[in-house]
């Protein structure tokens, strides 16, 4: 066994779409720890993990599983039955013969089935301490789309029981921080997503240029619908699109109908009020996976067929160009609303952290993340992203003072790094774990 002390991380999902638990694995390495990361490699894991030698990798993925999936849908409930089986075998097994034994283990929740009651279960078995890690509630999540009220009744009875189990827990809001000790009982500390300066920040011209040749929106190799090389230089064309950027996992808690009506909005003040001198063509940029992306695809090709104006295009990119896309756009959208109304979205977290100026959608404490008019603003509803689109899009590039103000009011996010927030909140409690096992030693 190693003389280092080990930690464990999970998350009952893609490792390469969990930035808040590799956060958590790469700060647990840093402080001496060997880390035992446990999740699903669906996508690319960033480097800064792969090549983290204090940092092993547990593939929690499942080719049963995955075989279960194509079940005929008449056969749901005995695939979600068998599916928890395999899992609950999975992490036992992990947990009991695959690792040295972890002081404590870092749990992302949700998912919360059936990660919860088995850890929970092997935690007491081995005396490691539980760490539950509040992302959101996942019944709230289930409740986007389950009809069965006795199902969610169960899954919130589960959930809240099995979580009480925890020895300490983290949240991401001071609103979730609330609902937990008023709901549930749990002692909760506010652990705030914060700028991860070593992976986003501003990058040059040269590096964008690079990066639109890479996404295919050049038009030679001298020239991109951004930018162009004059004299060995790279520098902005004068006349060139907006670029957004929105980032999503493509669920019930984004509706991203919201985004292409007030798209459809700009278009008709460009063409039918005839406003085309002063407002800028749009470039949309869509990243992520999910189970709503194919019908939000179809309704996108629909609408383009009438759009002069606008083009969106929905990719996928490499965890390393995510961080220099969010640096070389225009602007940010936030369609996210959470099925809690308590949770915070990442993907603000990394826009400010690139200094890019983010328009999100109001909600009960998004307000924890985004100052409206100081390092984003904030929309109600389509008509209100409409209006900031003509309020701050307009004359653009000759109006560029206007978004370099933007980005410095979106810069001063920067100053407050996840380093330095996971150093004052998380680490006392893990020294806390270390002295308490140090003093029963003793006695």
Not at 107 to 118: D, E, G, R
């Amino acid at each position: 066994m190693s003389q280092k002390q080990v930690a464990s991380v999970i998350v009952f999902g893609d490792i390469g779409r969990s930035p808040r638990m590799k956060n958590h694995s790469t700060q647990l390495a840093q402080a001496g720890y060997e880390v035992y990361f446990v999740g699903q490699l669906e996508n690319q894991v960033h480097k800064v993990i792969r090549d983290n030698p204090n940092i092993k990798i547990i593939d929690i993925s499942s080719n049963l599983v995955n075989k279960l999936k194509k079940l005929p849908r008449f056969l749901y409930l005995l695939y979600a039955a068998l599916r928890i089986i395999i899992q609950i075998f999975q992490l036992f097994y992990i947990y009991l013969f695959k690792m040295p034994k972890p002081e404590f283990v870092i749990i992302q929740n949700p998912p919360s089935i059936p990660v919860l009651s088995s850890l929970a279960i092997i935690c007491f078995m081995r005396r490691i301490k539980m760490i539950v890690d509040f992302h959101n509630y996942g019944y709230t999540i289930l409740a986007l789309g389950l009809k069965q009220k006795i199902i969610l009744k169960l899954a919130t009875f589960y959930e809240k029981y099995f979580a009480k189990k925890c020895d300490f827990a983290f949240c991401v809001s001071d609103a979730m921080k609330a609902d937990l000790k008023k709901n549930w009982n749990i002692e909760a500390t506010t652990l705030y997503d914060k700028a991860n300066t070593e992976l986003f920040g501003p990058i040059s011209l040269q590096e964008s240029h690079k990066l639109f040749l890479e996404l295919g929106l050049s038009i030679n190799q001298k020239e991109t619908l951004f930018t162009e090389e004059v004299n060995g230089k790279i520098i902005k064309k004068q006349q060139r699109p907006l670029l957004l950027v929105s980032s999503t996992s493509w669920t019930k808690d984004e509706d991203f109908s919201i985004l292409l009506d007030a798209m459809q909005s700009y278009e008709t003040e460009k063409e039918v009020n005839k406003q085309n001198s002063l407002y800028p063509k749009l470039h949309l940029l869509i990243t992520g996976k999910g189970p709503e992306k194919e019908r939000y695809e179809q309704i996108i090709e629909e609408r383009k067929k009438s759009w002069k104006n606008i083009q969106i295009q929905t990719v996928w990119l490499k965890a390393e160009d995510y961080p220099k896309l969010l640096a070389s756009a225009d602007v940010g959208i936030c369609l996210h609303y959470s099925s809690s109304g308590l949770d915070l979205p990442m993907k603000v977290v990394d826009m400010l952290g690139s200094n890019l100026p983010v328009f999100a959608i109001n909600y009960q404490c998004i307000n924890e993340l985004v100052v409206n008019q100081k390092n984003g603003f904030i929309f109600d509803n389509t008509q209100g992203l409409l209006n900031l689109f003509l309020k701050y899009f307009k004359m653009h590039p000759e109006n560029e003072l206007t978004f370099e103000n933007l980005r410095k009011s979106a810069s001063k996010f920067r100053e407050s790094t996840w380093e330095k927030e996971w150093q004052q909140k998380v680490l006392p409690i893990l020294n806390q774990i270390k002295q308490s096992k140090i003093n029963k030693k003793k006695q």
